[in-house]
């Protein structure tokens, strides 16, 4: 039974809890929250010594019995794990249906040893978050990301159109290089994110402020010379043309700034809050600085089953679902028709807005 919450990031406290709760108290357990403990604690002093030599070959073992399973490694010269990548098939089905556009993360301390857990994410057709691979790294080097971008390249065939990553300088350099076909783009959510650190709090917290900033940052409806009339007007009415943070991200815009890159299919999806606050979440599940590698793998496994799950579950609403139309607007129900379920619901609003007008 711990074993198995484990696999859901469920300590072994959580679990005893769990079980009284189930057995009806703590006799009729069999065991104390001590012995909970020290169960886990025996298993961990076991793995740790061979923690990434079972994980590398947990995974090795998937790729050679597992028909398109793709996992790369190495190793530094003492034999430590410095890299590692895996992708399984439907990872890779997955991406040469969504695979237009990709965000590359590194963000996530995920085990006891401060590996960097980086995630390939993108978009499917329900608005929702879907894995293409994933990766562990024991640094953050230029060097090591052009090794993992060459793993990837070599599972999956070739680059996404767009990525979107965050600020990171080795990122960038790795991209250029490995990826020289795609467009790069920073993540707006990254670069916003740091706002209130670099302007204050007290000004962020003003409404005013915060608005105008948002109505020519949040929009791909104004062109480029409209937001740099917006953006200059917010510089000099709140008086921060000395703030070199908001100099730097400028000077940066059309990396980020989706006025400059509205034309570009699909890389809009990437640009909201919410895809990055949702997808920090999902990763935030399986990620816990205590945990073994082993752990980690297993927690991660978890995460990507139900999210499969809940792809599927959309894939079967779509199909066998139709939603309630609120309009007799011909263009709601070829819409209805055309799209899935949960992208017609948003779509709905703006044909009803539209209507109502």
């Keep these: 039974m711990i074993q198995s919450m484990a696999k859901i990031n469920i300590g072994p406290v959580r679990a005893f809890n769990v079980m ?40 090795m073992k998937k790729k050679e019995h597992l028909p398109d399973f793709s996992c790369e490694y190495f190793t530094d010269e003492e034999n430590c794990l410095v890299g590692l990548f895996w992708s399984d098939g439907e990872s890779k089905r997955n991406y040469q249906v969504f695979g237009d556009i990709m965000s ?11 590996m960097v857990f980086v995630p390939f994410t993108g978009i499917d057709n329900h608005n929702n978050n879907v894995s293409f691979g994933a990766a562990l790294l024991a ?14 390249l070599k599972a999956f065939g070739k680059q996404p159109d767009v990525v979107v990553t965050d600020q990171d300088p080795a990122m960038k350099k790795a991209i250029e290089e490995v990826f020289s076909g795609s467009r790069h783009r920073l993540c707006m959510w990254h670069v916003m994110h740091k706002l209130s650190t670099k302007v204050g709090v007290t000004l962020c917290n003003t409404i005013d402020f915060k608005q105008r900033i948002c109505d020519i940052v949040w929009t791909d409806s104004l062109s480029p010379s409209e937001f740099e009339v917006g953006w200059h007007s917010v510089i000099q009415d709140f008086d921060l043309s000395d703030n070199n943070w908001l100099g730097d991200i400028y000077d940066m815009r059309e990396s980020w700034i989706p006025a400059y890159y509205r034309d570009e299919l699909m890389s809009g999806l990437m640009r909201t809050t919410s895809r990055s606050e949702s997808e920090n979440h999902f990763f935030g599940q399986v990620c816990n600085v205590r945990s073994t590698l082993l752990e980690f793998l297993t927690h991660f496994e978890s995460a990507i089953e139900s999210q499969r799950h809940n792809q599927r579950k959309n894939d079967h609403d779509t199909r066998y679902t139709r939603p309630q139309l609120k309009t007799d607007f011909v263009l709601e129900k070829q819409a209805s028709q055309i799209y899935t379920k949960t992208l017609f619901l948003d779509v709905q609003v703006e044909i009803v807005g539209y209507v109502s007008t």
Excluded: H, P, Q
Excluded at 26 to 46: A, P, T, Y
Excluded at 104 to 114: G, H, K, L, P, V
Excluded at 145 to 150: G, V
């Design 139 to 152: 640094s953050e080097t230029a060097e090591t990301y052009k090794w993992l971008l060459r793993c990837f």
């Design 104 to 114: 590359f993360d590194a963000t996530y301390r995920s085990n006891r040893y401060s």
């Design 20 to 59: 009284r709760t189930i057995f009806g108290g703590f006799e009729e357990v069999g065991v104390s929250k001590n012995d909970c403990k020290n169960f886990k604690r025996e298993i961990n002093l076991f793995i740790n010594e061979y923690d990434a030599e079972m994980m590398v070959g947990n995974l």
